[in-house]
């Protein structure tokens, strides 16, 4: 029954936070962040519930019916055709609390998995027994299995193992009326008949299926193709008596609009306990396409095509991968991968691939065994989605804008070369570029393309080419999708795929299992028109801007619609992007969510504030500044500098909060401390510090550091007076930063030390310098200009030649001065941003061939989130290679402290937990013998102050301990 309201939301929320164990989110922030997916697409929801567990998700649906509000399910919210958001709708984030691999029955090959797991959570569960999930899409790190339940997903493994509906065993449901029912496959005669006898509701749907069924047998066999990739409309196929009435199967792929998913039985295939690759070269993407079915009968476990504009995108986007130089001579690409109980065999198959594909003129090939090449080439194919998003070209080089839409149709595969070459004339017709690439063993093509959807008349050319592509496939006898469902984008265009009596058919099928229309109205019957509804639509605010966006633009609005929703930032397994995601498994606390709360503000109606957001400034306030999106976003999104230029505006002549005080002018609090270290230090540890902290917005669980009795400066000038450099040594310049300087000067002394033995000048600026991140991050930006220019000076003031090197010694003060520093004073920062050096890649650069001291130890490294994204770290490891240091990098992502950060109160437990992750455990598990490297103040902080008492050292702390180490020192 239902339960009028005049304020359904209000009252809806009231009801299920009252009721339910889990989250409950009806605010502006949490609407907001949901409102996209990874579509062209943008729906308010009513709210946000994220179930606790199934019981949460039985009475919020009941109180949505009871209310008259749809509900959408999600899961990872990386679809691209809109069918992860709904307008007014209740969202059921899956993912956050219902993600658990249940059981893995290695005896009968099945996984039983809550509609939340992760698909890697999944794998790493079935690789214990030598199992896999045979489907494996490119957001295999954050996809979940609901989201490849409802929507068919395949992934580059299809081509063997099948899509995810060939894998399904049984799917428990709930229906919008609360009933409760398990669907498994194929069925005989006596077991429809059973089920039509079952008493009530589940005895009335399968009566109704099976009648549905019988009526309309000739028109579904008549009117579904058949081809390996057709994931458009309901596969109402998998009905028919030859199919065993495979209830499963026919709900996999209806994208939430039937029932709910509770959980799942899934079956599991044998992972190949060896693998080589065979990357087969062709001179343009048709001609590899027409080499795919002669090379299907050896059976490959993937047919991937990757064409030369993809890879031309990729480095217009980052530095050039190193295993792009194991691509053969082609423009286009097929990754063939085998597999083999041993590598011997593994590697046979590959040879007989590569053999065939060598007797077709003029293909190339050449096989990868190395595990690593072959994961690198892996990470470029599963990247495409993210990089093609931004096409070469464009102002500053800041690429072309290109979206999903005609994002993955399907052909069958022996006429996918003229497919794709007829689909190349469409986009010239209508002068539009795009980067297909794709399944091309199964005939799916992924492709983006620029339609120019903010412009005018631009929608009319989307709409435009979306119908003349769809009449293609169609005409090629294909699929309107292959892998990622219809939704907004293309449910529209299935009455030009399929006749209207199937057409019919949908509808009635959706009313069998959701008569009320409640789950996901809109998705796939009585569609939304596809042109409706874009994200780009609607009001731009005119806000003002203090920093360039010169990739953009000059927008923000463009730069933080670089997020496609493709959600590597929800990835918790690996990299550095996004450290407050990984600790809360909060959506608004991730590179996606803040960037759809920034593009809201930017619209101004659902964060009306404009620069004033509450909203904004409390998603932005776990933000460590830690830039991995910069480098980690396929798309890079750096919200980074978003955060700066927020907290510049929302703060500007208004009062900041303490530790922008405290923390934002620490150099200038140093520099003052230094003057009398020693009472510094009795302050610190008397019973006053506490006041001081809460005064500062410090949170009191940290700890000062004790301030040195002198500092590197004043050390430098007696060690200069008493050590004149050698006459006619190169002159350096080394930059005293100010952690460095005024907390542990021994990294500079270390450093003096390692130069000067390989026989540098080494000499410091005429004055006290600053890279003035700690008023940067915290966005003081007028006074972040001043210190910046004073710095300038002091570095001109030396009288030394313009070219001259710059050594910076902590990454995230070396950083600021590479990319910062021009990014806020233009051209009058560059020449000192590029002569800016590492300390390891000055070593690399500048002394080659310089013997440097061997140190066969045992390392591990803790790599400092600005020096991945801004710096690199190749140079740190040719370093380390000269010294014979047996050294592993932690994939540990950020520390955690992130500069002031972790001293800000609000902030303590989310600092340990991002550090909990994995840098801890790594550095309480590793020998006293093991060296820690940090060339980080904030990891290195951050490892004393949590690691029971554990010590890491800097690079050139552990170079110059070899040198005094070393005989005849």
Request: hydrophobic share 40%.
């Amino acid at each position: 029954m239902s339960r009028p309201s005049a304020t359904p939301g209000t009252d809806l929320a009231r009801e299920l936070a009252a009721t339910l164990r889990g989250e409950v989110r009806f605010g502006a922030a949490e609407r907001a962040v949901y409102s996209q997916d990874a579509s062209n697409y943008r729906h308010l929801p009513l709210g946000v519930v994220k179930p606790a567990d199934l019981d949460d998700v039985r009475t919020a649906l009941a109180l949505c019916g009871q209310y008259g509000v749809p509900v959408v399910a999600r899961g990872a919210g990386t679809s691209v055709g809109g069918q992860a958001i709904g307008p007014g709708a209740v969202v059921l984030d899956f993912r956050r609390h219902l993600g658990a691999v249940l059981d893995v029955d290695p005896e009968r090959r099945t996984a039983r998995v809550e509609p939340g797991a992760v698909l890697d959570d999944l794998q790493r569960a079935a690789r214990r027994h030598g199992l896999r999930f045979g489907p494996d899409p490119s957001t295999h790190s954050r996809c979940t299995l609901g989201g490849m339940i409802g929507n068919d997903s395949c992934g580059a493994h299809s081509v063997v193992w099948g899509r995810t509906s060939d894998n399904v065993e049984s799917l428990d449901l709930l229906l919008a009326d609360g009933t409760e029912l398990t669907v498994g496959g194929a069925l005989g005669p006596a077991e429809r008949a059973a089920l039509r006898a079952f008493p009530g509701r589940v005895g009335e749907l399968h009566r109704d299926l099976q009648d549905f069924t019988d009526r309309n047998l000739a028109t579904i066999r008549q009117g579904m193709p058949s081809l390996p990739r057709r994931t458009s409309g309901y596969p109402l196929d998998a009905l028919l008596p030859e199919h065993g009435h495979h209830l499963a199967r026919a709900l996999t792929g209806t994208e939430g609009t039937c029932a709910l998913l509770l959980g799942a039985t899934v079956r599991l295939v044998e992972e190949p306990a060896a693998r080589a690759l065979v990357v087969a070269g062709y001179p343009d993407e048709g001609a590899a396409a027409d080499a795919v079915p002669a090379l299907l009968p050896l059976r490959p476990l993937t047919v991937e095509g990757m064409a030369a504009d993809l890879i031309a995108a990729l480095l217009a986007a980052g530095p050039r991968p190193p295993a792009l130089d194991r691509l053969p001579e082609g423009a286009c690409w097929l990754f063939l991968e085998t597999g083999g109980t041993t590598p011997a065999e593994a590697l046979d198959a590959a040879r007989l691939l590569a053999d065939t594909v060598r007797r077709e003129r003029p293909a190339t090939a050449t096989v990868v065994t190395d595990p690593g090449e072959q994961r690198q080439l892996w990470g470029v194919r599963e990247a495409a989605a993210g990089i093609v998003t931004r096409l070469p070209g464009g102002a500053a080089g800041g690429g072309i804008e290109a979206w999903p839409g005609w994002e993955d149709s399907a052909v069958p595969p022996e006429r996918l070369g003229d497919y794709l070459r007829d689909l190349r004339a469409l986009l010239r017709r209508h002068s539009l570029r795009g980067v297909p690439y794709g399944h091309f063993g199964e005939g799916c093509v992924h492709l983006r393309i620029d339609f120019p959807l903010t412009e005018p008349q631009g929608v009319l050319v989307f709409r435009e080419f979306m119908e003349q592509a769809a009449d293609l496939v169609v005409s090629y006898g294909g699929s309107l999708s292959g892998e990622h469902g219809d939704g907004q984008a293309r449910a529209e265009l299935l009455s030009r795929m399929y006749p209207s009596e199937i057409i019919g058919l949908f509808g009635e099928f959706k009313r069998i299992w959701d008569p009320g229309n409640v789950l996901n109205p809109g998705a796939l019957v009585d569609p939304r028109p596809l042109d409706a509804d874009l994200r780009f639509a609607g009001p731009v605010r005119p806000l003002p801007l203090a920093l360039p966006y010169p990739g953009d633009d000059g927008s923000l609005l463009k730069a933080v619609h670089r997020c496609v929703g493709v959600g590597k930032c929800v990835d918790t397994s690996t990299g550095v992007m996004c450290p407050s995601y990984m600790a809360t498994s909060e959506e608004r606390h991730s590179t996606r969510g803040r960037a759809r709360l920034l593009a809201e503000m930017l619209r101004g109606e659902s964060i009306p504030d404009g620069w004033r957001s509450p909203e904004v400034r409390e998603a932005l306030d776990l933000c460590l500044g830690c830039k991995g999106c910069a480098s980690d976003c396929p798309v890079h999104v750096d919200m980074a500098t978003y955060r700066t230029e927020f907290l510049y505006q929302h703060y500007r002549h208004r009062p900041r909060p303490a530790a922008h005080l405290s923390m934002g002018w620490l150099p200038l609090w140093l520099r003052a401390a230094a003057l009398a270290p020693g009472a510094a230090n009795l302050i610190a540890r008397s019973p006053v510090a506490g006041p001081l902290k809460r005064l500062g917005g410090i949170d009191p669980r940290r700890v000062v550091p004790v301030f040195p009795p002198e500092t590197f400066t004043r050390w430098y000038r007696r060690h200069r007076a008493a050590h004149p450099a050698p006459v006619g040594a190169r002159p350096v310049l080394l930059w005293p930063d100010t952690f460095s300087e005024h907390l542990q000067p021994g990294v500079l002394r270390s450093a003096v030390e390692v130069l000067e033995h390989l026989g540098f000048d080494v000499r410091l600026p005429s004055g006290p310098v600053c890279c003035g991140l700690t008023w940067y991050s915290t966005g003081q930006l007028g006074t972040a200009r001043r210190v910046m220019r004073r710095s300038l000076r002091a570095l001109a003031g030396t009288g030394l030649p313009a070219d001259t090197p710059v050594v910076g010694m902590d990454p995230s003060c070396t950083a600021t001065l590479r990319e910062d520093l021009p990014r806020l004073l233009g051209p009058e920062g560059r020449p000192a941003a590029e002569r800016t050096r590492t300390f390891a890649e000055f070593i690399d650069a500048y002394a080659p061939d310089a013997p440097l001291p061997r140190l066969p130890l045992d390392a591990i490294t803790q790599t400092h989130c600005h020096q991945h994204a801004v710096l690199g770290t190749a140079a740190d490891r040719r370093v380390e290679a000269r010294m014979g240091l047996h050294n592993r990098v932690l994939d540990s992502g950020c520390c955690g402290l992130a500069g002031n950060f972790g001293f800000e109160q609000g902030h303590f437990e989310v600092s340990v937990a991002i550090a909990e992750r994995v840098l801890l455990p790594e550095v309480r598990a590793a020998s006293a013998d093991t060296v820690i490297l940090a060339d980080g103040f904030s990891c290195r902080t951050q490892i004393s102050q949590l690691a029971q008492g554990r010590q890491s050292l800097h690079l050139a702390e552990l170079m110059a301990r070899a040198l005094r180490e070393a005989p005849g020192a």
